[in-house]
């Protein structure tokens, strides 16, 4: 059970003409996976009335018959409530301890410990793993927290989605179209 850390910079790959997609209240409507539609979902749904388009790339979408800006943020007319409970992931539970080793502090490659082994009936659930460096997992092996002689920065529990959302802020996709950033970020650089 583990797996780089590095795959968080290819979460989001330049995909063309992708649309940023906002609630109604103009927050996205997730932030891991950052909600993004395809240009031909986000025109669909403009055409529909269910979305408003905020703002359109500047170039055109050209095929034979027609010629079209694709919105590159839409927002819903129609507020969705987020779900309150975060789902038990690999992704989320490593957002969740912000992609650090909860032993050490240690950032790089992750895996997942248990906190009771498994083997002494610690279950796989939001409030038993943590994301634990190599080193750390190695030395804590199938041993408590007491035997091993080690201790938590905080003790494991479920998230709400808002807290991953808020930790999803911090470890944003590697491409960020620039009308996105308004909506991602309140402390965005101002270009001059
Ligand atoms: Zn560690």
């Not at 209240?25 to 669909?44: E, G, M, N, T, V």
């Not at 529909?48 to 905020?54: E, H, M, Q, T, Y």
């Not at 694709?70 to 690999?90: E, G, K, N, Q």
Request: hydrophobic residues 40%; contains cysteine.
């Amino acid at each position: 059970m583990s797996f780089r850390t590095g795959f968080v910079r290819d979460l989001s790959a330049p995909n063309g003409y992708s649309a940023l997609v906002l609630n109604a209240d103009y927050r996205p409507l997730s932030y891991y996976p950052l909600s993004l539609w395809s240009w031909q979902d986000a025109i669909k749904a403009a055409y529909l009335n269910r979305v408003d388009v905020v703002y359109e790339y500047d170039r055109l979408i050209r095929s034979p018959s027609i010629s079209i800006r694709a919105p590159s943020v839409v927002a819903l007319r129609t507020y969705v409530r987020p779900v309150d409970l975060a789902a038990f992931t690999r992704f989320n539970l490593f957002l969740r301890d912000e992609f650090t080793c909860q032993y050490c502090g240690g950032r790089g490659e992750l895996t997942f410990d248990h906190v009771v082994p498994r083997a002494r009936g610690g279950k796989t659930e939001w409030s038993n793993v943590v994301a634990a460096c190599a080193t750390c997992n190695l030395r804590k092996g199938a041993k408590t927290l007491e035997e091993a002689e080690m201790s938590l920065g905080r003790m494991p529990r479920q998230p709400t989605s808002e807290e991953l959302r808020n930790a999803g802020r911090r470890f944003p996709p590697n491409y960020l179209h620039e009308t996105w950033l308004d909506f991602l970020y309140w402390d965005v650089e101002l270009e001059s």
